[in-house]
């Protein structure tokens, strides 16, 4: 009877520190599961719930009061999120500005640290368990840059493989419609890069940042170039180079592990066209100058550059590069400046800006499929990852796709020309022969 007696106590404590939490908020698409299976607040069901797995669950989540602290709850499995991932963000927009203010965390840290379970000072120790402290050296230096690419792109590409279309495409595709095939967007997508820099046969391309080589491999294959891809990663290169010679194409198309840093300005290393796509935000927005500089070099007069490259918008949530789930789990280093920084880089090297069009709802779109894609493939995730790694993905394909739903990030196409000694483009006048 005593037992009984103080685990209802502890559950009538639980529900009302989830009252707290909530206070203001109209949780119509998200609701709780205490670890007897009891649902707050009672009524219908709701499109996902958060799964409370032990009576201290709560205060793994809400004490350390950060997005990193909530980020690390779920990954050591003291919650889950059972049901449509993506509306829990619509709950997370609320919780993490009120749990900042600190008369409300105060309070609220008093009702948590009353739940049973470890106390303030191993929850917060284990909510300051950082991954990049192992990213050490200079930021944005080549060596640290180095390993904070291979941190985010060398996990498995068996494990990417299980998400990624067929081509291993890792940036947003380009939809006609919602109900769009992912491999189809992606191909289309590729189509569509190598029309807006009009790509002809016997020119030289370089894709800066390739990845697997997907758009490598469709530029020589489809539009007759020369195709240069340079990378970080040595999985991504070798899977690459296995490509190209299943494809016949290695007289046409190369890959190499080189820092965007090492490309050459020699006439022998001169291009008619370079892309970028997803590179950028590699690169920190104090060197942005540096990278369009020796772009800008390394193209012919008249060349051009397509990059593409995320960015804040202007309803981006406040600033925490240096301390998001994101930045310590995915991207360490990662930067996404707003659009106008991005563009003043450019012109203040030498480019002038001939398009910038932004893809943010197929970014969404990408992201809705490949969550759905992970999450359909989670028992054979884990043949490649363990369960803590395949929660990193959830949560951040899910939240990336919040992100861009709601218009906290963008994703710019920026097409940049190299002008001739005289001022002039080749540019023609109109943008049909994109839409063809």
């Not at 007289?251 to 066209?273: F, N, W």
Request: glycine share 8%.
């Amino acid at each position: 009877m005593r037992a009984s007696s103080s685990q209802d106590s502890i559950k009538e404590r639980t529900r009302h520190v989830l009252s707290e939490i909530f206070a203001g908020s109209s949780p119509d698409k998200v609701g709780v599961r205490l670890w007897d299976g009891t649902a707050w607040p009672e009524g219908r069901a709701r499109a996902a719930m958060f799964s409370l797995k032990h009576s201290g669950a709560l205060a793994r989540m809400f004490l350390p009061g950060t997005e990193v602290g909530l980020a690390e709850a779920y990954l050591h499995g003291d919650f889950d999120i059972e049901g449509d991932m993506e509306a829990a963000f619509e709950i997370g927009d609320f919780l993490l500005p009120h749990l900042g203010n600190w008369k409300k965390k105060l309070k609220l840290a008093g009702l948590l640290v009353a739940l049973p379970g470890e106390r303030g000072r191993s929850i917060i120790r284990r909510a300051a368990n950082q991954v990049l402290p192992q990213i050490r050296g200079k930021r944005h230096s080549p060596e640290r840059d180095r390993r904070a690419v291979t941190f985010h792109y060398d996990v498995s590409n068996d494990f990417y493989r299980l998400w990624l279309d067929r081509r291993m495409v890792y940036s947003c595709a380009y939809f006609e419609s919602p109900e769009d095939d992912l491999d189809w967007a992606q191909k289309r997508k590729l189509d569509y890069l190598c029309r807006k820099l009009r790509l002809r046969p016997g020119q030289r391309l370089l894709d800066v940042g390739c990845g697997w080589g997907a758009l490598v491999i469709h530029a020589a294959k489809h539009f007759g170039v020369q195709a240069e891809g340079i990378t970080l990663s040595e999985p991504q290169a070798s899977w690459a180079r296995a490509r190209i010679a299943e494809e016949g194409l290695t007289d046409k198309a190369t890959i190499q592990l080189r820092d965007y840093r090492e490309i050459s300005a020699h006439r022998s290393e001169i291009y008619d066209a370079i892309v970028s796509v997803g590179m950028a935000e590699h690169v920190g927005r104090e060197r942005l100058p540096d990278y369009f500089r020796l772009v800008h070099r390394a193209l012919k007069p008249d060349g051009v550059l397509l990059n593409q490259a995320i960015g804040e918008s202007v309803v981006a949530r406040p600033d925490n590069r240096n301390g998001s789930f994101i930045e310590q789990y995915v991207f360490p280093d990662g930067d996404v400046p707003p659009l106008p920084i991005m563009l003043g880089a450019a012109e203040s090297s030498g480019f002038e800006i001939r398009d910038v069009e932004n893809l943010r709802e197929h970014y969404a779109l990408t992201l809705h499929q490949w969550l759905a894609r992970l999450e359909a493939h989670h028992a054979e995730a884990l043949s490649f990852v363990d369960e803590t790694t395949y929660r990193v993905w959830r949560l951040y394909l899910a939240g990336s796709r919040h992100g861009f739903r709601r218009g906290h990030i963008a994703v710019y196409q920026t097409l940049l020309a190299k002008l001739s000694p005289a001022g002039q483009t080749s540019q023609p006048l109109t943008r049909n022969d994109w839409y063809r």
